[in-house]
């Protein structure tokens, strides 16, 4: 959960893309689609496994990142915070994970690696709303969340690039990231339910 405290300066730097998001007529959930299709581009850029196509990768889902600040920001300014745009906005999170850790996966191989990297991310995400469902409120504890996993999966994609060979164990740096992401994915979820199921 490191850069989830930096929010407040990332909403300060928001404030011109949000001006321009308003500007020209976009609403939240326009937002949140745009972000949605970086996602989707990024597992593409990923799956091809190439230099150019992981810098590509890199970038996008630095955009999904960030469109996916401003479409709460814009809400904020729009007066247009919803439940139904916070429902959309979570389950597009969800396939944006699918879509970029896919994407990783399928350019390495790592089908393995990939479904258990998925499925960490997944349970992580799904342990924190229904704990919110049974009262206990929404939990966001971890070592891993999700600003931190795009931030990772950047700069990994940079890093893949330069150096896209094996580099521990057999293993490249994309394949080590899935790894890290299935291990403490499922550390986490299991966190999040012992921590609420001692709550009840």
């Known amino acids: 959960m490191t850069l ?5 300066i990332a909403d300060r730097a928001l404030t011109p893309f949000v001006d321009a998001a308003d500007a020209v007529g976009l609403s939240p959930d ?19 496994a190439e230099p150019v196509w992981f810098v590509a990768g890199a970038v996008l889902v630095f955009a999904n ?4 600040l401003v479409d709460g ?11 139904g745009g916070d429902l959309l906005d979570h389950v597009l999170d969800r396939y944006a994970d699918i879509a970029i850790i896919a994407g990783l996966a399928a350019g390495m191989g790592a089908y393995l690696l990939g479904f258990l990297a998925v499925t960490g991310v997944l349970m992580t995400s799904y342990l924190g709303t229904q704990i919110q469902a049974v009262g206990l409120g929404r939990e966001y504890g971890g070592a891993l969340g999700r600003a931190d996993r795009l931030a990772l999966v950047g700069v990994v994609g940079v890093v893949a690039a330069i150096v896209p060979g094996e580099l521990v164990a057999g293993l490249t740096i994309v394949e080590l990231l899935l790894v890290a992401f299935a291990i403490v994915g499922h550390l986490t979820a299991l ?8 709550d009840l």
Do not use: H, K, M, T
Request: net charge positive; hydrophobic share 55%; with cysteine.
């Open 4 to 8: 989830d405290r930096l929010r407040p």
């Open 30 to 48: 326009g937002v949140s689609v745009l972000a949605f299709v970086c996602a989707l581009a990024a597992g593409g850029a990923f799956a091809i």
């Open 65 to 68: 990142g960030w469109f996916d």
């Open 73 to 83: 920001a814009l809400a904020r300014r729009q007066g247009e915070a919803s439940a």
């Open 191 to 198: 966190q999040r339910f012992y921590g609420a199921w001692s």
